[in-house]
């Protein structure tokens, strides 16, 4: 089983930044296309984001499209999620996965999410 370790969630005023990293426990991220979920109080997951770098498609739902910015660092064995600009709706649970990509969208390989990492914008 796939093991990932989101962190660099927190609380933030609106308009404010932060950059979020999903790390690999035990195998190799540069072997899958990931993607960046969501899940705020009450609502489903959503995609936010994901990178497939084998074909160089990345991936950004409509809401955060020139605000957030993926990545992945092989060599750290990393992917992050750099957030801008961020808004009050943005406020939710963040989890990476490995997941199927494509140009218009992306979900979530397997059943089982992470610990996830809370983002909070709030003023």
């Known amino acids: 089983q796939l093991q990932f370790v989101e962190s660099g969630g927190g609380l933030v005023q609106p308009g404010g930044s932060l950059r979020l990293s999903c790390a690999a426990s035990?195998?190799?991220?540069?072997?899958?296309?990931i993607g960046w979920f969501r899940q705020a109080p009450g609502k489903e997951h959503e995609g936010v984001s994901c990178i497939n770098s084998r074909v160089g498609i990345t991936y950004y739902r409509d809401s955060v499209k020139g605000r957030f910015t993926i990545s992945r660092d092989d060599a750290k064995n990393t992917v992050y999620l750099q957030m801008n600009s961020l808004k009050p709706e943005d406020t939710a649970v963040y989890y990476c996965a490995a997941a199927h990509c494509w140009g218009r969208g992306t979900s979530k390989k397997g059943e089982d999410w992470g610990q996830g990492t809370q983002v909070t914008v709030s003023s």
């Open positions: 035990g195998f190799s991220l540069g072997n899958y296309a």
